[in-house]
């Protein structure tokens, strides 16, 4: 059988200059349209393959391409990615490599080098790398039973072999690794969104062309490649949202690894399965997966393996609101990489675990640490790593109210995703500054920021990222006071999420819905809203949408003084946050709870959730000055607003002027009805109720009377 490139009616079984031009014309298509390429070329003369590299090395000088050479010699030189890293992205970019020697890695065969292809195989793609790897025979043999998804990744196979492989292993081989080269063989990127309709008919040729693999590995009764084959296969379909049919697949090669005895081929696949889980929604599943697929590295004494799994455990823990296990899961990787002096994992491990302090309100403690991140980030000189955890530290500097440090952070990160080109991350960066500038009363420039975002997110297709911008628009028109329209860009976003199945999404969008129906006033389509959003948090077992969501519950009836009902909902929101130890949600129910119990006058309750709060949280001076005593009856005053300020998270509050000549009365966005707010300006007359707190007198209702102004 003569098997043929279709593409481009080369014969791969001819001469040297023939299959030289197969490689040199996907590297220079890769070279043109500025994607890495992966390339694999079996050979058995070392005379061939010192030619062929030559007549290679020859063309590629001609579009101004350097050549490097890398050989493994040894386990010090077995991980390849980590030595490219310390090239430059300006060098990668006039740079194709060539790497042998593989199996002198080290281990059993050299297994090193093909455990470090596999586990960092996404650096080869992140970084646009153009490489050739000479194979012999044995280590083309090796590679995808102990690299599978390094395997997975290649984009072409041309052999430089003096005897023919059987044919239906020569199909194979076609078929499964000529895919990307058909899909990215274009001339002219005309616009993103033909970049997007290549990437999605690249993953239905991948996927096809593996269903043919495994029908071809099952005719020959090689249950290994069988394996192979359906943990690449169902890689595919999660990329193409398929979370389903990855699932079934991801379980089908488990199944034959377990019968096959191997362990490193089931822990590799069950940390797959783990991230297709995880993107379902489906937690509990996934830490139970990656557990298992950590205790197997344990078993193979693989530290690298393990690091990788407990970060994406730390993840998934994150993910269910347990966070203090999550920040240590986080550190027993960061650890092992440091062990490894692997600073690439430490750095993303980092970013890892600065998210979760973040999201426990240990905000001094996450900038330090995303700090320390983007320190290896710039020695290694990786200029994509840095700008997305200069992003993750301004949403830190943010909530520590460090307004200007945060949007300083964010520019540099938006100016190097420019400069990389990288639509994706230029999109999310907007994003955040949108939040910033909101915080800061910016309101009409967060929106500009935000619609930005949303424009490169719908020229990119990606209906994940705009639903992710429209929550954030539909939040500051809100804001805004324009609640017809955020309540429009809600449901927009909502029916995205319905239809990428995202149920995290969806609870987390409905939560954001409640609140703009409330604040029209429409209280049952809110509690309605609300109730939606608990109901599919439990669903999928998320704790922190359920405190979210039974926070909403609660606020809305207080709001409409219904405090019985408010306390029950309160209270099973205190009760999650406080087990998983979400200071940031307890900051906002515990005032809201105590405040309830007063009006129902059970102050020894209020005194009791008050003393809970303070022992996880000492040094919480806003909660230590609620006393949870009964207050003074409800006066009812006329005055004229003196001040108007902003908190740290953009929220509005303010103080008037008693006509009395009384203390000055606060009033803030968690006490009055927001409808109010919108209108308000400095010198306005208002009539305010008003009861004594802790802190002073403080309004429990405003009202704008045209009598008065």
Do not use: C
Not at 349 to 377: H, I
Not at 616 to 624: D, T, V
């Amino acid at each position: 059988m003569k098997t043929t490139d279709p593409k481009h009616g080369l014969d791969p079984i001819g001469s040297i200059e023939a299959r030289v031009d197969i490689l040199f014309r996907e590297l220079q298509r890769a070279i043109k349209g500025s994607r890495p390429s992966i390339l694999l070329s079996v050979y058995s003369s070392e005379f061939v393959r010192a030619s062929a590299q030559q007549v290679l090395i020859d063309k590629l000088r001609t579009l101004g391409q350097s050549s490097v050479y890398y050989r493994v010699t040894d386990e010090a030189t077995a991980d390849i990615p980590l030595r490219l890293s310390k090239f430059s992205e300006t060098e990668l970019n006039n740079i194709v490599f060539f790497v042998s020697g593989l199996e002198r890695g080290g281990g059993i065969d050299g297994r090193n080098a093909y455990r470090a292809l596999n586990i960092r195989r996404e650096y080869f793609v992140d970084h646009k790398i153009r490489i050739l790897f000479w194979l012999t025979e044995k280590e083309s043999a090796n590679i995808p039973h102990w690299a599978p998804d390094f395997w997975a990744f290649r984009y072409r196979v041309v052999e430089f072999l003096d005897t023919k492989v059987s044919d239906e292993l020569n199909t194979i081989v076609i078929a499964s690794s000529i895919v990307l080269s058909q899909a990215y063989d274009f001339e002219e990127q005309e616009s993103d969104s033909n970049i997007q309709r290549l990437s999605d008919d690249s993953l239905f040729a991948q996927a096809d062309a593996f269903q043919k693999s495994f029908e071809l590995y099952t005719k020959l009764g090689d249950e290994v490649g069988q394996a192979i084959v359906l943990n690449s296969l169902g890689g595919v379909f999660q990329r193409q949202g398929k979370f389903e049919e990855a699932v079934t697949t991801f379980q089908r090669s488990y199944e034959l690894f377990v019968r096959l005895e191997d362990d490193r081929g089931q822990s590799n696949v069950l940390n797959s399965l783990g991230g297709v889980l995880q993107r379902q929604g489906r937690f509990e599943e996934a830490a139970t997966t990656f557990q298992r697929s950590y205790e197997l590295f344990v078993r193979l004494e693989d530290d690298r393996g393990q690091a990788m799994v407990l970060n994406s455990l730390g993840g998934v823990l994150q993910r269910q609101g347990r966070f203090e296990e999550a920040a240590t899961t986080f550190q027993k990787s960061y650890e092992l990489f440091v062990r490894l002096e692997d600073d690439r994992g430490q750095a993303m491990v980092l970013n890892s675990l600065g998210g979760v302090l973040q999201r426990q309100g240990r905000f001094e403690e996450a900038v330090t640490t995303f700090l320390k991140s983007y320190e290896l980030l710039i020695r290694l000189e990786d200029d994509r790593g840095q700008a997305m955890v200069l992003n993750s530290l301004g949403g830190a500097l943010q909530r520590q109210g460090k307004i200007e440090e945060a949007v300083t952070a964010l520019q540099k990160s938006a100016l190097i995703e420019h400069k990389l080109g990288n639509q994706i991350g230029q999109a999310m960066v907007l994003n955040s500054l949108g939040g910033v500038l909101q915080r800061q009363g910016k309101f009409e420039e967060a929106v500009t920021a935000f619609q930005k975002s949303y424009t490169i997110s719908e020229r990119l297709q990606d209906n994940r990222s705009q639903a992710m911008v429209l929550n954030s628009l539909g939040g500051v028109l809100q804001r805004q006071g324009r609640f017809e329209e955020a309540v429009t860009t809600f449901l927009k976003s909502y029916e995205l999420l319905v239809r990428l199945e995202d149920d995290r999404g969806q609870a987390m969008v409905l939560n954001s819905l409640g609140g703009a129906l409330q604040r029209q006033d429409r209280i049952d389509e809110a509690i309605a809203a609300f109730q939606k959003s608990y109901e599919i948090s439990q669903k999928i077992k998320d704790e922190q949408s359920q405190t979210q969501a039974l926070l909403g519950l609660g606020k809305v009836y207080y709001s409409t003084r219904k405090y019985e009902d408010a306390v029950v909902f309160l209270q099973r929101g205190f009760d999650i946050s406080y087990r998983i130890e979400d200071r940031a949600a307890l900051r906002v129910i515990t005032p809201i709870l105590i405040d309830s119990f007063v009006e129902l006058g059970q102050p020894k309750l209020a005194q009791k959730y008050r003393e809970k709060t303070l022992a996880l949280m000492p040094n919480e001076a806003k909660i230590a000055r609620l006393s949870g005593k009964n207050q003074e009856s409800i006066q009812l005053k006329r005055g004229t607003v003196k001040r108007l300020l902003r908190h740290p998270d953009g929220t509005l509050y303010g103080f008037i002027a008693p006509d009395d000549g009384g203390a000055d009365i606060y009033f803030g966005e968690s006490f009055v009805d927001t409808s109010f707010l919108p209108n308000i300006v400095e010198n306005m007359r208002v009539e305010v109720d008003v009861e004594n707190s802790e802190r002073g007198p403080r309004a429990k209702s405003v009202r704008i009377d045209e009598n008065l102004t």
